[in-house]
Every structure is written in structure tokens, then in C-alpha cells.
């Protein structure tokens, strides 16, 4: 059964930085897609960061230059480095990964690929 637990959520002041993490058990980092995605109250869910299993990475328009997301295959953790936060980056944060291989064309990088498994979130509120 596929685990996946976030970490690293919290409070801080805008233009500050936040490091999420994300462990995994039942599951094997190196062989499928994963992504962050948020969820601020009111709105829709939203992906944030993709990565393939060959390290490509897809961001969404709000991440770029700001966000960085990583993976360590070894430990199965999966981060996202958040730096210059802003106000409006305050949302329940999930981490995902997908339940098939990974098709080698970048589809999963792709805004509208759904994902299977989800962890619970973590909470990230900025504040002025």
C-alpha cells in the first residue's frame, strides 16, 4: 500500500523560504512521476512542480524562479524548495506520484495529468 507523508509545512513571513518534504512507503521514487500541488481555501487544487523519472521538471507559472523540486531516489523523499514566498502562495501543500511507469515522453509533466496517489497535505501560511 502507498504511503506518502508530508513534512515541513508552517508559518512564515513573505519573502521567506520553506523546504516540504515528502517520504514514501510502498513505493519506489525512481520508477514514476511525482509532483507537488496546492489548494488555498475557496479555490481549486493546482499543481505547483512536476519531476519525471529522468529528472525533468515541469513548473507552474507561480513557482518559476521561486521554487525548486527535487527527489532523492535512495531515500524516497521528494522536496520543494520554496524561497520568496508571497501571500498568496498560502495553501494546504500535497505531494503526489503516479501509479504507472513512466511513459518516457514527458506526459506526466503535462498540466492536465492526473496523479493516483496523494498524501494529506501540509499546511504553509505566509503572512505579511
Known amino acids: 500500500q502507498v504511503q506518502l507523508v508530508e513534512s515541513g509545512g508552517g508559518s512564515v513571513q513573505a519573502g521567506g523560504s520553506l523546504r516540504l518534504s515528502c517520504a514514501a512507503s510502498g513505493y519506489t521514487y525512481s520508477t514514476y512521476c511525482m509532483g507537488w500541488f496546492r489548494q488555498a481555501p475557496g479555490k481549486e487544487r493546482e499543481g505547483v512542480a512536476r519531476i519525471d523519472t529522468d529528472g525533468t521538471i515541469s513548473y507552474a507559472d507561480s513557482a518559476k524562479g521561486r521554487f525548486t523540486i527535487s527527489k532523492d531516489n535512495a531515500n524516497n523523499t521528494l522536496y520543494l524548495l520554496m524561497n520568496s514566498l508571497k501571500i498568496d502562495d498560502t495553501a494546504m501543500y500535497y505531494c503526489?506520484?503516479?501509479?504507472?511507469?513512466?511513459?518516457?515522453?514527458?506526459?506526466?509533466?503535462?498540466?492536465?495529468?492526473?496523479?493516483?496517489?496523494w498524501g494529506k497535505g501540509t499546511l504553509v501560511i505566509i503572512s505579511s
Open positions: 503526489a506520484a503516479d501509479g504507472r511507469p513512466d511513459d518516457g515522453l514527458g506526459s506526466c509533466l503535462l498540466p492536465g495529468y492526473s496523479m493516483d496517489y
